[in-house]
């Protein structure tokens, strides 16, 4: 579909990246990824023709089509969600105009027999086929489908795109694209806006998809399950894999390991090549010989090592100073936004030490409960932090907060006090801004370096409990790495919100599912949420089953056809295997541990962790044991 062809972009007077070579073909799904900076956003810009590239060629299919997602979106205001969604269908919407004014004349029109009505018929006949092949009749469904998929409700479908977030008009955005029948997708980090659902079903959607698709993502998870190929855009150059990313890695790492080898090897030969030249030369009867050495080592072509860009982050989030017991309690807290409740009668106890995770669809509070524990907005009910607390937050757009027209060091000093002034030098440099780094303007920076450069900052104040919002968007996966390096590091408490299930994993040892305007409490990670979640899917599948359009069969009628479903029987067979493993390990952890503490109390006793450890062992067997329960009620019923 495209051929891209020795491309060279120039940036500041200085390659972007030179000289690259790749071709595109349909069931290509190309993971684009790279350090923030490196150029990935640019080059979806050169692909979707918005820049020109300044050497090169890229040659196209005839009539190929090119959807974009964009970060920077321009929506028309006095437009419903429904709306907007429909300007993905152009050419529909313009036949529609034409068939209602073919159909209106016709009406008005008596004269059957003349030529100019027959013409019209014959006009009506040709719109109604282009119409019918281009899916006019199944547009509208289509649409709210891949909306709802996107985390949109029905009664969301008739209000004003207005009185929505930028976050979710990106969603929009989306949804568009992905029903223009386009034959490729460019898709600059389209998971920075979308909650874990809407996540999951965007996957399933690309993985289905028979064009190419090119995306910009630092989601590892989300890479590896939808995209084929990696294309890294490092120091210029790309290296191009037919793997999803984590396998490319491996790859990469592989194919180094053999450079290096090889190359060691050939220095090798090559030194005992120019030792033999050198004794040769001496000889007058071996002179001949050293002339033909000489030439064959010209004639080497000399086995080069993929260079590494290994500069990564240096972060620390150091502890303040020891606060009390309990961080946070919050009692009967309400928000409301006008008409609209966000949050209802919330009452949680948050702990000095804990790591939790805030997830849930957008728009279900977890932001604002955030904005709340922070005193950035007023609610009902009582919040209440704890003695010596601090507060370090980072919003989800807290990279806008940041003077574009400032230098990353005038941003630094502006921010400092008299104690870390002298700092800011070396705290930049942490974030790899150095050099003549620092006297760059902020509005020259990508979206990744100006969230390091807001990361950097928000350490110049001290803090003991951190809230961040999103933290990982724009961040490349080298970064995100080292951000979460850090947190786990971190003694204090922390406070996530995020989608990104990679970067949640092993991170968090309890986790808020924010869901109408409940907050439910799960002991684990990010896995055991899910896991949890797809339970509750599940039920909500079965609530949900949708009554079969022929009048005659009653909701009963289409629940017994659903609950006879012999996938379903399996799914629930192999959930309760699980389980009973699950319960079966921590049995034995937990028969182990008596016993330790009847032979070992005096000393385990001094440690606090073993017995919050020992407590949420035996919560969590008694949650599997429960779970086991309906699960097993529930597949008795199936099997009748």
Not at 103 to 123: A, F, G, H, P, W
Not at 287 to 311: G, P, T, Y
Not at 369 to 389: D, P, Q, R, S
Request: aromatic residues 8%; charged residues 30%.
């Amino acid at each position: 579909m495209v051929n891209i062809h020795n491309v060279t972009v120039t940036f500041g007077g200085e390659d972007l990246f030179s000289g690259i070579t790749f071709k595109l073909n349909a069931g290509d799904r190309v993971g684009l990824v790279g350090k923030n900076g490196a150029g990935k956003s640019t080059l979806l810009k050169v692909l979707a023709k918005d820049i020109e590239n300044d050497g090169g060629t890229l040659a196209f299919d005839k009539d190929v089509k090119i959807g974009f997602l964009r970060q920077d979106i321009d929506f028309v205001k006095g437009r419903t969600i429904l709306e907007e969604a429909y300007q993905a269908f152009t050419e529909i919407k313009e036949l529609e105009k034409q068939l209602e004014n073919i159909n209106n004349e016709l009406v008005s029109r008596t004269d059957y027999e003349s030529d100019s009505y027959n013409e019209l018929i014959i006009k009506l006949n040709e719109t109604t086929s282009r119409y019918e092949l281009l899916g006019g009749y199944n547009y509208k469904g289509d649409t709210e489908k891949i909306l709802q998929g996107l985390g949109f409700k029905r009664e969301d479908f008739d209000k004003l795109t207005d009185t929505f977030s930028g976050g979710w008009r990106m969603r929009i955005e989306l949804a568009k694209l992905l029903l223009q029948k386009n034959d490729i997708l460019l898709l600059d980090e389209p998971t920075n806006h979308l909650d874990i659902e809407s996540i999951i079903w965007l996957e399933g959607f690309l993985k289905n998809f028979s064009g190419v698709v090119v995306l910009v993502s630092h989601d590892k998870m989300f890479l590896d399950n939808v995209t084929n190929r990696t294309i890294e855009i490092s120091l210029g150059s790309i290296y191009d894999y037919k793997k999803p990313y984590s396998q490319y890695l491996v790859l990469r790492k592989e194919i180094r390991e053999q450079q290096l080898k090889e190359q060691k090897n050939q220095e090798k030969e090559i030194k005992q090549t120019e030792q033999l030249i050198e004794k040769f030369r001496a000889k007058a009867n071996k002179a001949s010989m050293a002339q033909s050495l000489i030439k064959k080592l010209d004639r080497v072509e000399r086995i080069e090592v993929d260079v590494e860009d290994n500069a990564v982050m240096n972060v620390q989030f150091p502890l303040s100073k020891q606060p009390g017991k309990i961080v946070v309690t919050a009692e009967n807290v309400s928000k409301n936004y006008g008409d609209k409740n966000i949050l209802h009668d919330v009452s949680l106890m948050i702990e000095r030490g804990s790591k939790i995770a805030f997830v849930g669809q957008n728009g279900q509070g977890k932001s604002t409960l955030a904005k709340i524990i922070i005193g950035e907005i007023a609610h009902e009910g009582n919040m209440k932090l704890g003695h010596n607390v601090e507060i370090g937050y980072f919003a989800q757009n807290q990279a806008e907060y940041l003077d574009g027209e400032k230098t990353l060091l005038q941003t630094m000093e502006d921010a400092a006090n008299d104690g870390n002034r002298i700092k800011v030098r070396d705290m930049l440099g942490s974030f790899l801004f150095s050099g003549d780094d620092v006297e760059k303007k902020v509005k020259v920076l990508s979206g990744g370096e100006r969230n390091r450069l807001a990361l950097c900052k928000m350490l110049l104040e001290p803090f003991n409990v951190l809230i961040m919002d999103e933290p990982t968007n724009h961040l490349d996966i080298a970064s995100k790495n080292v951000l979460k390096k850090a947190l786990l590091n971190f003694e204090g408490t922390l406070i996530l919100v995020s989608h990104d299930r990679d970067f949640l994993q092993g991170l968090t040892s309890k986790v808020f599912g924010f869901k109408d305007k409940v907050i439910k409490e799960y002991l684990g990670d990010i896995d055991y949420f899910l896991e949890e979640h797809k339970i509750e899917s599940l039920r909500e599948a079965e609530m949900r089953t949708k009554v079969s359009e022929e009048k005659d069969v009653t909701k009963k009628e289409a629940y017994q056809a659903q609950k006879a479903s012999g996938k379903e029987i399996k799914q629930i067979k192999n959930k309760i295997s699980k389980i009973e493993k699950e319960i079966s390990r921590l049995e034995t952890e937990i028969e182990k541990d008596d016993v330790n503490l009847a032979e070992n109390f005096e000393e385990i006793s001094q440690n606090p962790d073993f017995f919050k450890e020992y407590e949420a062992k035996k919560k969590k067997l008694e949650d599997s044991m429960e779970e086991w329960e309906v699960l097993e009620e529930k597949l008795a019923e199936l099997e009748g």
